[in-house]
């Protein structure tokens, strides 16, 4: 099998924009301004018990992969310490990473119906 073979069977992401922008319109939060530094989730004293890592909620949100960033458990199970606030270099999320879960931001039956 050819390199370019290989190439053209991988998988294509394509990347979504809606997702961020309606974060953006709900709360005023820029989700681009997150860089993956990780330390939010290394920092993070739940973090084992997540479904999914807050940096992969971002990036997840980042690149609107709703299936992920809308059904994780993640945003429900935080603890509001605002340890991952605190060492966030950028702050793009609101103080604590539960403001997603306590707002219904990250809720499908509440995001999706716009209230």
Not at 19 to 26: C, S
Not at 50 to 60: G, K, S
Not at 89 to 108: R, T
């Amino acid at each position: 099998m050819s390199e370019e073979t290989k190439i053209s069977e991988q998988p294509t992401i394509t990347i979504d924009g809606n997702l961020a922008e309606r974060i953006r319109e709900e709360i005023g939060e820029n989700v681009y301004l997150c860089y993956q530094c990780v330390k939010c989730t290394s920092g993070c004293p739940v973090a084992e018990y997540f479904d999914w890592q807050p940096n992969q909620i971002m990036r997840a949100v980042q690149l609107g992969q709703e299936d992920i960033a809308l059904q994780s458990k993640t945003p429900w199970l935080c603890s509001s310490c605002l340890t991952c606030t605190t060492r966030c270099p950028h702050h793009p999320l609101p103080p604590g990473f539960e403001y997603y879960g306590d707002h219904g931001i990250l809720d499908p039956r509440i995001f999706g119906a716009g209230i």
